[in-house]
């Protein structure tokens, strides 16, 4: 059985349509003219009585999204108001007829009760009084930047499911790197330019290391911006208090004015220096100066500055702050000259 009903407001009759379908009441939609209305009937109809899987109904009268529901309906004998439709483990929500979304089965209950939107590339959930970030759900921070806090492992920027998301960076101003098998955290922290914090073995530890410069900028410095400090939900406030009292600031942090004066002289990297012919890299170690090569820019110079400084100590060496942190193509040539040294992993 189905249902018309005219809808007289002022000069203007739109007409709703209700379909029963498995002694279910479902609302089709609002429609301007009754042949329009007793059109889509026919349409739920077809959509109704075609063979499972079925989704595609170009030239439909009813919205897409009323479709999916319809055919989920259909299919798996659910009713559910959002665009969803199931697929065993996991299901699509249908944003729109170019964007499909892919979750777990486990997010299904909140994705029937909030809707999805999405504003430029800012996917959010929201109800009638609030909104949230999409990404937030799965644990990805707000200033995350995909391909550096996070990426998708499939390349598919719309599949949440949590086996396809990594997480690299949890925490804001704290970023993972690996170099020469051994893996660290860099806290670094915005004030004129980024300021290097320090690196760290444990990802907490460099959190807290934000959070700690973060304070002091706001409470020290004359700083007028706000900081939004990191919440670490894994530790006590006992654990969080003495990791934040052991955490030893920047000297740079507390004398902005050396950041500057190191600029001036033209020493941007800690270990390199401009010649006629390049830019010199050498690392101290053992009260010598080793020569790490020329290299055609500063940044290079840097990065093999890096690359020794890691080789001689590990976490405990200064990194220089480029992006990446070591060049690959550079790496045996800084190798071969810690050999001319005698400095080779089993002797350090």
């Not at 479709?67 to 929500?93: E, T």
């Not at 390349?155 to 997480?167: A, L, M, V």
């Not at 990191?230 to 740079?252: H, M, Q």
């Amino acid at each position: 059985m189905s249902y018309i009903y005219p809808n007289i407001k002022g000069n203007r009759t739109t007409y709703k349509v209700y379909f029963l379908y498995e002694k279910k009441k479902l609302y089709l939609g609002l429609y301007d003219s009754n042949e329009s209305a007793k059109a889509v009937l026919k349409e739920a109809t077809d959509i109704m009585n075609a063979s499972p899987g079925t989704l595609d109904f170009p030239n439909s009268l009813i919205d897409f999204k009323k479709i999916i529901s319809l055919c989920n309906f259909r299919d798996h004998k659910m009713y559910i108001k959002n665009p969803i439709y199931l697929m065993g483990n996991y299901f699509y929500y249908y944003l729109s007829k170019e964007i499909t979304l892919v979750f777990d089965m486990k997010d299904l209950l909140f994705f029937s009760t909030y809707k999805i939107s999405k504003r430029g590339n800012y996917l959010y959930t929201h109800d009638s009084i609030s909104q949230q970030s999409l990404l937030n759900r799965f644990g990805i921070l707000n200033h995350s930047i995909p391909g550096k806090d996070y990426i998708f492992k499939n390349g598919n920027p719309y599949d949440f499911r949590r086996d396809n998301i990594e997480i690299i960076n949890s925490y804001k101003g704290v970023c993972k790197k690996v170099i020469d098998g051994q893996t660290f955290y860099t806290a670094t922290i915005y004030t004129t330019q980024p300021l290097v914090l320090g690196h760290y073995s444990s990802e907490i530890t460099a959190a807290i290391a934000y959070n700690k410069a973060a304070d002091f900028l706001m409470t020290h410095s004359g700083e007028q911006r706000e900081y939004i400090l990191n919440t670490i939900p894994f530790i006590t406030k006992a654990e969080y208090d003495l990791i934040y009292a052991d955490i030893k600031l920047s000297p740079r942090l507390k004398t902005p004015n050396a950041t500057r004066k190191r600029a001036i002289r033209g020493n941007t990297y800690r270990g390199v220096s401009q010649t006629k012919s390049g830019f010199r890299a050498n690392i101290g170690y053992n009260k010598k100066q080793i020569h790490l090569g020329i290299y055609p820019t500063e940044k290079r110079a840097a990065q093999a500055y890096n690359f020794a400084s890691f080789y001689l100590f590990g976490q405990n060496g200064h990194i220089n702050d480029v992006t990446p942190l070591v060049h690959d193509n550079d790496a045996s040539k800084v190798a071969k000259q810690l050999e001319k040294h005698n400095l080779t992993k089993k002797q350090i």
